[in-house]
């Protein structure tokens, strides 16, 4: 379950930071930088390994990030040594996580990754158990941070390692970190020719890599210390050690197919959120993209509108769910923070400040509170009069304020997602059918093929033969645009009560919106323009009476949702393979199953984002494009299972209405 972590507990020594809880130090005083070139970059054999890549990927995994410098170092060996769009993974575990200033703090000591900092000090997210991925250099370099003890997060974890950093405390100072569960979940993430190096050289360290097949030297150590440990993975692949490679969390159903190189381009069909981010992210992994979409341009339709809240409505018990969103958020938020620098006119991360303007969630809000999931840097509590003073126009009520939430234009973003030289985009092209023939699928209505597909066009999927059985449901939304009034104070922040109302753009409100399932007309109506007015009074009555006697234009678009409101992301099932593989289900749901899932060959969706592309549409961009270019996942594995298209096949043997 996630939880507020525990940050670290520190003591300064000449400006070097030390753990109050294991007595150690984070870095050796006398060279840290050189500490790590050379415990684990000259160990790993990291820049002739990185000099003579060919492929267009590199993972390093890390079982303590303390203060990011093994990180820092690694990036900036990489940034030296390579060429994009090759791209570094870096994967790091971290218990007990540095507050913000401590972290800021610490890096103080090496101006020299000063560019580097910045960009982490940006983007860290809230101590929040779960996996957080960040971009830096434009998508060159990518951290996945496991906040949560390694012994819980490593399993939760989808990923092949060319490189272990395995550092951490001591052992006899931090010995619940050096288990046997610790090396068996090292051997299952990595493959032959895997290398790991380590400062340590205790005798429970090497018989535990031996023991799951890593061959391990002894080295000289660093400074004063007599030796440290490193080696190489020699298991082969059919070792019981390297066979069992993915998480254990994941279901059958659920696991992900084996990459296929990838035949350029890969064609994706939709430019909204969901399209632009997964197109962006293959690009930042060298993959050449063409997108197709039926429109004159990006963005539409469900990401059309002019404004979009981006912030994630947070429970007083975390769940797979929740986790799920407040990885997507993080995620958003380190994707906005630069490219809202360069583009003000993208949006502004100005908090989001969602109103209790009834008993229940007033209640909701408090138990949130009381529950101490989550610190202040992601939502606090605040009274009636600090809820009017964030806003700027007086609030009828208290909330909760989201400090590094905020606004974002959908259009603009999907624009800048898709300005990219492997990015190309061709628009009026409607696709009528996908069709799978000598290896490559046919689009229908169109000249083009390809061996890999991604699906983001919404709603409108199911017009495609093998995917006319996905659950996704049109629910029509009508946000109102009105000139903001010269005779009221602009809104500061986003407000959220029944609906949402952001900071004037260009001097223009956009607020709402209506939800009506099933109606898929795209009439604006008065009715609704009126329902949007309503609620905006009940959460701002000044601004709402000042906005009821301007002229209101509108927008109305189909959000595509699901039945558990969640995304659909990930590989396609093959229906009909799914119900014959797992047909036990409908008289067990217990029945152990053995199947491997059948899906379509080359064939991926991102659907079903309803009203929260915003947190939802990038992190599983990143998520598909990992899938197609076999690089580590982006979320953990419980989050996979309830992000899987083939989950609603799945629960539908189980209650026998398949």
């Known amino acids: 379950m996630s939880k507020r972590l525990q940050t670290a507990e520190l003591s300064w020594q000449a400006g070097s930071p030390e753990s109050d809880r294991f007595g150690d130090i984070y870095f050796n005083r006398d060279g840290g930088i050189a500490e790590t070139e050379y415990v684990f970059l000259q160990a ?37 040594t390579t060429s994009a769009p090759q791209q570094l993974h870096f994967i790091s575990c971290e218990k007990y996580p540095l507050a913000v200033g401590d972290l ?42 496991l906040f949560g003890d390694a012994s819980s997060q490593l399993p939760q974890l989808e990923a092949k390692v060319d490189s272990w950093f395995l550092d951490g405390f001591a052992p006899a100072k931090n010995p619940d970190l050096w288990t046997e569960a610790l090396f068996h979940q090292i051997a299952r993430l990595s493959r032959p020719g895997t290398r790991f190096a380590t400062f340590t050289a205790a005798g429970l360290v090497r018989r535990g890599l031996q023991d799951v097949g890593f061959e391990v030297e002894k080295r000289p150590g660093f400074g004063r210390k007599r030796e440290m440990l490193a080696g190489i993975m020699r298991a082969s692949e059919t070792d019981p050690a390297l066979t ?26 939709g430019a909204g959120l969901a399209g632009a981010s997964t197109a962006r992210a293959l690009a930042e992994k060298g993959i050449q993209v063409q997108v197709l979409d039926r429109h004159s341009a990006p963005a539409q339709e469900g990401s059309g509108n002019p404004q979009g809240a981006l912030y994630a409505k947070l429970p007083a018990k975390p769940t797979a769910h929740s986790r799920f969103h407040l990885s997507g958020l993080e995620y958003s938020c380190g994707l906005l923070n630069p490219l809202m620098r360069q583009q003000p006119a993208l949006g502004e991360l100005c908090g989001v400040l969602q109103l209790a303007l009834n008993a229940k969630e007033l209640e909701r809000q408090t138990d949130i509170i009381r529950g101490d999931a989550y610190p202040e840097s992601l939502a606090q509590a605040v009274t009636q009069a600090e809820a009017s ?45 996908l069709v799978f023939r000598d290896g490559r699928w046919q689009l229908l209505g169109t000249e083009h093929s390809a061996s890999q597909v991604v699906v983001c066009c919404a709603t409108g999927s199911r017009n495609f033969t093998p995917l006319n059985w996905l659950p996704l449901k049109p629910i029509r939304g009508q946000t109102s645009q009105a000139d903001a009034p010269e005779t009221e104070a602009a809104l500061k922040t986003v407000v959220c ?31 609704e323009h009126q329902h949007n007015l309503d609620i ?91 899938l197609i270019a076999g690089t580590p996942l982006p979320l953990a594995a419980e989050q996979l299972r309830i992000l899987h298209p083939g989950r609603f096949i799945i629960k539908n043997l189980i209650r026998g209405s398949l």
């Open 44 to 80: 790993n054999h990291l820049e002739d390994r990185f000099a003579a890549l060919s492929q267009p990927h590199f993972v390093i995994a890390e079982t303590g990030f303390g203060t990011g410098l093994n990180f820092l170092c690694a990036r900036q060996l990489w940034l030296k």
């Open 104 to 145: 800021t703090k610490a890096l103080e000591a090496f101006p020299q990754f000063s560019d580097g900092a910045s960009q982490l000090i940006d983007a860290y997210p809230a101590p929040v158990e779960g996996f957080y991925t960040l971009r830096f250099d434009g998508g060159r370099v990518l951290l996945t941070l």
């Open 244 to 269: 069992s490679r993915h998480s254990d969390i994941l279901p059958i159903w659920s696991r992900p197919p084996d990459p296929q190189p990838a035949t350029k381009p890969v064609i994706i069909i």
């Open 389 to 433: 003073q964030l806003s700027g126009i007086e609030t009828p009520a208290p909330g909760l304020f989201f400090p590094k939430a905020g606004w974002v234009s959908p259009p603009e973003l999907c624009q800048i997602l898709l300005d990219h030289p492997l990015i190309s985009c061709q628009f009026d092209t409607e696709v009528s059918d």
């Open 497 to 527: 009560g029944e609906g949402y109302i952001s900071p004037p753009f260009a001097k223009r409100y956009c607020f709402g919106a209506s939800f009506k399932v099933g109606d898929t007309e795209l009439d604006v109506r008065a009715d």
């Open 536 to 626: 905006l009074a009940r959460a701002l009555p000044k601004l709402g009476e000042a906005l009821a006697s301007t002229k209101l234009d509108g927008r109305v678009a189909q959000r595509c949702s699901t039945p558990d409101y969640l995304p659909l992301a990930g590989p396609a099932p093959d229906f009909e393979a799914y119900i014959q593989n797992y047909a036990k289900l409908r008289d067990d749901a217990r029945w152990p199953l053995d199947a491997l899932p059948a899906y379509h060959t080359g064939l991926f969706i991102n659907l079903g984002h309803g009203s929260k592309g915003l947190i939802t549409g990038p992190i599983t961009g990143e998520l598909l494009a990992a």
